[in-house]
């Protein structure tokens, strides 16, 4: 299929035909994603919004947590229902989750989704996942799940009109570092490229979601940063964030994103951490790595997972406790490479 100007690999067309069975026109759909949404999570549920609309369903997206503030450029008036997500959800015909297939993932939405009549999934996460049973759309090879919406629409012919491309271009531009990371493949690009020639505007996108951050963010990322612990021997990095930190500078955690780049920006830095200290007594930990470190591995020891290069993991305990559980973790599998 080369409708929108990139084939598409044939199991991806297979999986396609598989999710468009259960959305059929006339049918309610609940997208949702991850708890703390990202690009791609946002961009790819809010793409698929506009394509499924444009076809005759009832679209509504419905997250466990709100939209962060920079992405609402992308939403459109009236899809983004997360106020009465759970209500969505058990409403719906069929719910669509995307950008992770973990019921962890989901917040309080997991038991409204575990008993739904029929759950499809996209995304490209290592993880086999523990949703219920349902068609799959999932490529751990593809750059972000944008692509595989992207590929969704090319291989069953759906036009992908200019909103739709822009949502689609955020997913792939924020899950790829702004094309610097290591899944910033030859077929990203192309796929990005299609999207731009359907009018997407990148300097407009670079500044609505790069260069729009409030005065908070950018105090609270030199706090985080000043925690900066370096060990160049191992070549392991961390930061903290300071208790009441978000509080204190009006931020939300979408605000973190991007600060554990730093400590991986140091030369000879071959993995990086970034902790924090959660409302419900959780720890959430941040990994990114360089070169053959596979911190989704590292992750999985402690219930989480992601992709090589970027993955993360909440654990019970103090911020103490878990600091020294992982540091532990990360410095035995450093020694060992």
Request: aromatic share 4%; net charge negative.
């Amino acid at each position: 299929m080369t409708t929108n100007g990139v084939p598409v690999p044939a199991e991806r067309a297979r999986a396609a035909e598989q999710v468009a069975a259960v959305l059929a026109p006339g049918r309610r759909v609940a997208l949702t994603t991850h708890v703390n949404a990202d690009g791609d999570g946002v961009g790819s549920e809010v793409a698929l919004w506009h394509l499924l609309t444009a076809r005759g369903l009832r679209a509504a997206i419905a997250n466990p947590t709100p939209i962060p503030e920079r992405f609402h450029f992308l939403v459109p008036a009236g899809a983004d229902r997360s106020e009465r997500a759970a209500r969505e959800i058990e409403a719906a015909d069929v719910v669509v989750v995307l950008d992770i297939s973990e019921l962890s993932r989901l917040g309080d939405l997991a038991r409204a989704i575990t008993q739904s009549h029929a759950v499809a999934c996209i995304d490209h996460h290592v993880s086999q996942g523990s949703l219920p049973g349902g068609p799959r759309l999932v490529a751990p090879e593809a750059a972000a799940t944008a692509e595989l919406v992207f590929d969704l629409a090319t291989a069953l012919d759906w036009p992908i009109g200019s909103e739709a491309a822009r949502a689609l271009y955020v997913g792939i531009l924020t899950d790829t570092g702004a094309f610097r990371f290591a899944n910033t493949t030859p077929r990203a690009l192309r796929v990005a490229g299609a999207l731009l020639e359907r009018g997407v505007n990148p300097e407009s996108i670079y500044e609505s979601v790069y260069a729009s951050a409030p005065e908070g963010r950018v105090r609270l990322m030199v706090e985080v940063l000043e925690t900066l612990v370096v060990e160049r021997e191992r070549g392991l990095a961390w930061v903290t964030v300071p208790p009441d930190a978000l509080q204190r500078h009006h931020a939300t955690a979408d605000d973190l994103d991007g600060i554990v780049e730093y400590p991986r920006s140091i030369a000879g830095v071959r993995l990086a951490l970034l902790f924090r200290q959660l409302a419900n007594g959780r720890v959430k930990v941040s990994f990114r790595s360089l070169g053959d470190v596979d911190v989704a591995e590292l992750a999985h020891r402690f219930g989480g997972g992601g992709h090589k290069k970027a993955a993360g993991a909440s654990l019970d305990g103090t911020l103490a406790a878990a600091q020294e559980q992982v540091l532990a973790a990360a410095r035995e599998y450093l020694n060992g490479r």
